[in-house]
């Protein structure tokens, strides 16, 4: 992996996401704008990077003083290297506990799928290359 080709994929997330590529859990709850572009979108982010990179899937909590408010994801990539392209989402304290890896499902996403082929695609159409296959 070379680090152009990771920024290259980081601009293109960055100026992929959107609020119909949030997730709809966060979107109802007011989270994302333009200001904060990367919330709601950690989940189909690593996935993207994932089918990039290969690697493994990470996970990790996000508490908000003693509240649970859900699940963080980003990549382990191969050479072992933790990257999260949207840990800049949480500007309010939030803290996301230590992840543990997690394999990727086969087959098609049962949740996001919509949301997911909709920035895969952008990010493609972004680095001008055909998307990637959903699960690659």
Same mark, same amino acid.
């Given at each position: 992996? %070379?680090?152009? $080709?990771?920024?290259?994929? #980081?601009? #293109?997330?960055?100026? %992929?996401?959107?609020? /119909?590529?949030?997730?709809? /859990? /966060?979107? #109802?709850?007011a989270g994302? %704008?333009? &200001? $904060?572009?990367?919330? *709601?979108?950690?989940?189909? =982010?690593?996935?993207?990077?994932? &089918?990039?990179? *290969?690697?493994e899937l990470m996970v990790g909590e996000v508490h908000h003083g003693e509240e649970r408010q859900g699940y963080h994801w980003w990549n382990r990539l191969p %050479? *072992?290297?933790?990257? &999260?392209? =949207?840990?800049?989402?949480f500007r309010d304290g939030q803290i996301v506990t230590a992840g543990r890896g997690v394999e990727r499902p086969p087959g098609p996403l049962?949740?996001?799928?919509?949301?997911?082929?909709?920035?895969?695609?952008?990010v493609a159409a972004h680095l001008g290359r055909p998307p990637e296959p959903p699960g690659a």
């Amino acid at each position: 992996m %070379s680090p152009g $080709n990771l920024e290259a994929l #980081a601009q #293109a997330l960055r100026a %992929s996401w959107a609020a /119909d590529t949030c997730s709809p /859990d /966060d979107l #109802a709850r007011a989270g994302w %704008s333009p &200001d $904060n572009p990367a919330w *709601g979108h950690c989940d189909i =982010t690593a996935l993207v990077v994932h &089918d990039v990179f *290969g690697g493994e899937l990470m996970v990790g909590e996000v508490h908000h003083g003693e509240e649970r408010q859900g699940y963080h994801w980003w990549n382990r990539l191969p %050479s *072992g290297v933790e990257l &999260d392209l =949207t840990r800049e989402q949480f500007r309010d304290g939030q803290i996301v506990t230590a992840g543990r890896g997690v394999e990727r499902p086969p087959g098609p996403l049962p949740r996001r799928r919509e949301e997911y082929l909709l920035l895969s695609g952008r990010v493609a159409a972004h680095l001008g290359r055909p998307p990637e296959p959903p699960g690659a």
